[in-house]
């Protein structure tokens, strides 16, 4: 009797590990996919974030300043444009993450690489869909990705954005958020 229970301790260790190699190797699996995901959700976010910029009217301006008076009683307001102020950038950066679902997962033929792209026209354009796989929940995902970005890194986004870095997408996805491992070869795409 008491082989029997040694060997069936034996198998149980084995089974379990076993299973926590299974687990472990999903886990690394999911990472990539994550990784993939969460720099693709990344990138069409800085790409959302800089249409609705251009967009505004870059006439339109907000007072900003401070609170304090100086010596003379007086309180310092200046006038900046408010298309990519931090106003601007916090009201844009609520709603964002909604316009994930008019992006889909884009296979690229040769490198069997996916990106995202914007398959949903923002204003009647053209857009090439060849090697793009529509699919609901792509958006859904991207859009859970971009939630989570945001509640991790939403000051830096907007301090990105404000330093008006010539790549921010390089800057915020690839140096900042580390979610990218170098600049998109799909950038035009979006």
């Given at each position: 009797?008491?082989?029997?229970?040694?060997?069936?301790?034996?198998?149980?260790?084995?089974?379990?590990?076993?299973?926590?190699?299974?687990?472990?190797?999903?886990?690394?699996?999911?990472?990539?996919?994550?990784?993939?995901?969460?720099?693709?959700?990344?990138?069409?976010?800085?790409?959302?974030?800089?249409?609705?910029?251009?967009?505004?009217?870059?006439?339109?301006?907000?007072?900003?300043?401070?609170?304090?008076?100086?010596?003379?009683?007086?309180?310092?307001?200046?006038?900046?444009?408010?298309?990519?102020?931090?106003?601007?950038?916090?009201?844009?950066?609520?709603?964002?993450?909604?316009?994930?679902?008019?992006?889909?997962?884009?296979l690229n033929p040769e490198t069997q690489e996916k990106s995202y792209v914007r398959y949903n026209s923002?204003?009647?354009?053209?857009?090439?869909?060849?090697?793009?796989?529509?699919?609901?929940?792509?958006?859904?995902?991207?859009?859970?990705?971009?939630?989570?970005?945001?509640?991790?890194?939403?000051?830096?986004?907007?301090?990105?954005?404000?330093?008006?870095?010539?790549?921010?997408?390089?800057?915020?996805?690839?140096?900042?958020?580390?979610?990218?491992?170098?600049?998109?070869?799909?950038?035009?795409?979006?």
């Open positions: 009797m008491k082989l029997h229970g040694e060997w069936l301790l034996q198998y149980g260790i084995s089974v379990l590990l076993y299973c926590m190699l299974g687990m472990f190797r999903s886990a690394e699996a999911g990472r990539e996919i994550d990784s993939n995901i969460y720099c693709g959700a990344c990138r069409a976010l800085i790409n959302e974030v800089e249409y609705a910029i251009s967009q505004e009217d870059p006439r339109q301006m907000i007072t900003v300043g401070s609170f304090r008076i100086d010596p003379n009683g007086k309180q310092k307001h200046t006038k900046i444009p408010y298309a990519g102020s931090e106003a601007h950038l916090t009201e844009v950066v609520e709603s964002v993450c909604e316009k994930m679902t008019d992006y889909a997962e884009k923002r204003n009647g354009e053209d857009i090439e869909l060849e090697h793009v796989s529509i699919n609901s929940s792509t958006g859904k995902i991207l859009q859970v990705a971009c939630e989570n970005i945001l509640e991790e890194h939403e000051e830096d986004l907007v301090r990105s954005f404000k330093e008006g870095s010539e790549d921010v997408e390089t800057r915020f996805c690839s140096s900042v958020t580390k979610l990218c491992e170098s600049p998109s070869s799909e950038r035009d795409e979006l």
